[in-house]
């Protein structure tokens, strides 16, 4: 119906145009022009919060995200750095550099918390166990194999830990760090307060193969940006400091 009213809108207006100025032609392109007019008019009504959404701050991806990118990305950054992850261990010494090369006024560091069941589910994951598994229901091998990991995992969150507080931001009181506890789909990079990094963790792979979203604020209505920030700005609320 709508588009039978477009086409009647533009016929009409085209042959009008037309008849005042004698001219075919000119009402063929007046008719085309309003019919257009019309239509994308019509399109914007129809999906103007999906394409709100589209424009909303979805700036890109990556299909992988090697550990060289990750001070590529870190460069822009100029006043503040918030992260969340699981043991920060695969990129600590890429950071370390970086701290040390481009001192911000502020870093944030989320880290799991160790030895917790939460670290224990996320080991089972990333084994290929699924998000509802009961992890006593498994096999004792499946068990043991995810102890192990969940056991190392921990000895790195707290090597971190060590690194980061012989660090001079964190002894200036510029880099805090504090310990969650629930399962995490995913890690996080938060730059400027105006972009996030999304690594979205897939069952059965390691964090540092997953594909990453990026996501920058808008200024004018709320996006995807704002929806991961709170949500990191909640687990950071409810972690305890390390």
Known sequence: RDLLVNFISGLAGGAIVGISSGKLWLGLLS????????????????????????????????????????????????????????????????FRRWIEENPLSEYRILLMKPNSLALKMQEAFQKGHDLNAILENLPLEAREAIDSAAEATSQRIRGSLSIFKNTVPYKEGRLKIRLYDEFSPWWVYILDDRKVYVGILEKGKRGIESPVVIMGKNDEYASPFDAFKNNWERIWQNAIDA
């Open 31 to 94: 008719f085309l022009i309003i019919v257009i007019v019309i239509f994308a008019f019509w399109l914007w009504n129809k999906y103007k919060r999906m394409m709100k959404l589209i424009l909303s701050g979805n700036a890109g991806y990556y299909y992988s995200f090697d550990l060289e990118e990750n001070p590529k990305v870190w460069q822009e950054a100029k006043g503040s750095f918030y992260y969340l992850g699981i043991s920060f261990d695969s990129i600590m010494e890429h």
